[in-house]
């Protein structure tokens, strides 16, 4: 059975850090390309950053410089370190593995970030 289950979401002040994890499951984790997306109220849900199976990492330009993404292997974990967090930043994050080698994709269930003073 898949699973990718996220972890650590929860209310910050602007300025704080969180660390997003997901926990995957039921598949060959090393032949994912994981992601992390987030979908804002009133928004389309979007790509946030992105790490290969072989470890080459992308970001959206409104978070680079401020979220790191990095996986695991030996736990087929995937984390999200955000760090400067802004109110902007408030959205559902979810968890994305998409086969190296075919069109499987799996998603997470998501969890909340909110950031608020």
């Known amino acids: 059975q898949v699973q990718l289950v996220e972890s650590g979401g929860g209310l910050v002040q602007p300025g704080g850090s969180l660390r997003l994890s997901c926990a995957a499951s039921?598949?060959?984790?090393?032949?994912?390309?994981m992601s992390w997306h987030r979908r804002a109220p009133g928004k389309e849900r979007e790509l946030v950053a992105y790490?290969?199976?072989?470890?080459?990492?992308n970001y959206a330009d409104s978070v680079k410089g401020r979220f790191t993404i990095s996986r695991d292997n030996g736990k087929n974990t995937v984390a999200l370190r955000m760090n400067s967090l802004k109110p902007e930043d408030t959205a559902v994050y979810y968890c994305?593995?998409?086969?190296?080698?075919?069109?499987?994709?799996?998603w997470g269930q998501g969890t909340q970030v909110t950031v608020s003073s």
């Open positions: 994305n593995a998409r086969n190296r080698y075919s069109s499987n994709t799996y």
């Open positions: 790490i290969s199976a072989g470890g080459i990492t």
């Open positions: 039921g598949f060959t984790f090393t032949n994912y390309h």
